[in-house]
């Protein structure tokens, strides 16, 4: 190659969450109604509309592609407040509708607490960057 530096200059995003309060959605109980919208006000207020979806082993939510594009995790708590592990997440899309599904390492109980954290605007932290002939290896 011909190159022995790079030059360049750009904008990196990061989700930091805890700038927005409205970037944390709890919903008590979430698990309990498969297959219903799910309802609280923070996705109200984010303008999200979900469903949950039953799957064994897993959370599944269901919705518009660019709504669950903005959930950014997905925790289940426990009634103790404990937090069941997840080993991966899914999401599956036509399009216009899309599912995400958590799977977690044990099943969750009826009246565990679903946690979304949700992309918002003012949970966006936007870092200006510039590189100036950095020497490359």
Same mark, same amino acid.
């Not at 805890?18 to 979430?30: F, H, L, Q, S, T």
């Given at each position: 190659?011909?190159?022995?530096?790079?030059?360049?200059s750009?904008?990196?995003?990061?989700?930091a969450?805890?700038?927005?309060?409205? *970037?944390?959605?709890?919903i008590?109980?979430?698990?309990?109604? &498969?297959?219903?919208? =799910?309802a609280a006000?923070?996705?109200?207020?984010?303008?999200?509309?979900?469903r =949950?979806? *039953?799957?064994?082993?897993a959370?599944?939510?269901?919705?518009?592609?660019?709504?669950?594009?903005?959930?950014r995790?997905?925790?289940? /708590?426990?009634?103790?407040?404990?937090e069941?592990?997840?080993?991966?997440?899914?999401?599956?899309s036509?399009?216009?509708?899309?599912? =995400?599904?958590?799977?977690?390492?044990?099943?969750?109980?009826?009246? *565990?607490? /679903?946690?979304?954290?949700?992309?918002?605007?003012?949970?966006? /932290?936007?870092? &200006?960057?510039? /590189?100036?002939?950095?020497p490359? &290896?």
């Amino acid at each position: 190659r011909g190159a022995a530096t790079v030059t360049g200059s750009g904008t990196v995003e990061l989700w930091a969450p805890g700038r927005d309060p409205g *970037a944390e959605v709890r919903i008590p109980k979430g698990l309990s109604r &498969p297959g219903r919208p =799910l309802a609280a006000p923070g996705l109200r207020e984010a303008g999200l509309s979900l469903r =949950l979806v *039953a799957r064994e082993g897993a959370v599944a939510l269901a919705g518009r592609a660019a709504d669950l594009e903005r959930i950014r995790s997905v925790l289940v /708590l426990k009634p103790d407040g404990a937090e069941i592990p997840s080993s991966g997440r899914q999401v599956t899309s036509d399009g216009a509708a899309s599912t =995400l599904e958590v799977f977690l390492a044990e099943p969750p109980p009826p009246d *565990a607490t /679903l946690v979304l954290g949700l992309l918002t605007r003012k949970s966006v /932290l936007a870092v &200006p960057f510039e /590189l100036k002939e950095v020497p490359l &290896p």
